[in-house]
């Protein structure tokens, strides 16, 4: 157990609507991390939010937004979904900031859009 | 451009023998952390070792080493005495002091274990 959670663990959703993934990172981490893993894409980095504040932008489409609360939990908003969108969605969490920052991953929500 | 890169899509090894997952990078930065992480059928991303490229010595977690050559820009993952358990896929990873911490994934390399 990584200390990371991540809510629901499966999400079978239409097209064109719209869903929350949540992620709750290890006590004591401030750093959230929001990646994609896609079997045509594989592992891709979505954006990141230190402390509250967005730190840096990957891939990510204008259709989707995160934010992170005061209580340092997350949340990954995905709207107007098409099918390309099924995949397992990551949350990890580090301490920091830094390149040596271990980074420990929740156990991901598997995105469904039929 | 920042790229890890796995060349092996597949690879077999029989239980209790040593393999090596190979791994090259790719960065003008020249601080950067280099990871491991393992992937089972699961699903979940398990953080198996990490080398900075500052340490002159090799990492070493258990089972796990990680043959850091970095003139060759190579990360090489050791596992000895393979297990069953150990049958999953293999991501290489790879962040830098210019981009806050977020990790570059490598296409990974899935390992079966033979019995």
């Not at chain 1, 489409?61 to 995905?78: I, T, V, Y």
């Amino acid at each position: 157990d990584s200390g990371v959670t991540q809510t629901p663990k499966h999400l079978i959703t239409a097209t064109g609507q719209r869903v929350t993934l949540r992620c709750s990172p290890r006590s004591g981490d401030l750093s959230v991390y929001w990646y994609q893993q896609s079997l045509d894409q594989g592992l891709q980095f979505l954006i990141q939010y230190y402390n509250g504040e967005e730190r840096a932008k990957g891939n990510i489409l204008e259709r989707f937004s995160a934010q992170q609360f005061p209580d340092l939990h997350s949340e990954l908003n995905l709207s107007s979904l098409e099918l390309g969108d099924s995949a397992l969605y990551f949350c990890a969490s580090s301490e920091g900031l830094g390149s040596y920052n271990e980074q420990f991953f929740g156990p991901g929500t598997r995105l469904t859009v039929l | 451009a920042q790229k890890i890169t796995q060349t092996q899509p597949g690879m077999f090894v029989q239980e209790k023998e040593a393999v090596t997952l190979d791994c090259t990078y790719d960065t003008s930065d020249q601080s950067y952390g280099l990871f491991w992480y393992k992937q089972p059928s699961s699903g979940e991303m398990i953080f198996l070792i990490y080398q900075g490229s500052y340490d002159e010595q090799n990492a070493t977690e258990g089972r796990y080493s990680l043959n850091f050559q970095k003139a060759r820009k190579s990360a090489n993952l050791v596992i000895s005495a393979s297990q069953l358990g150990d049958s999953a896929m293999y991501f290489c990873a790879m962040s830098s002091s210019s981009n806050t911490g977020k990790l570059i994934f490598g296409q990974g390399t899935t390992l079966q274990v033979k019995p």
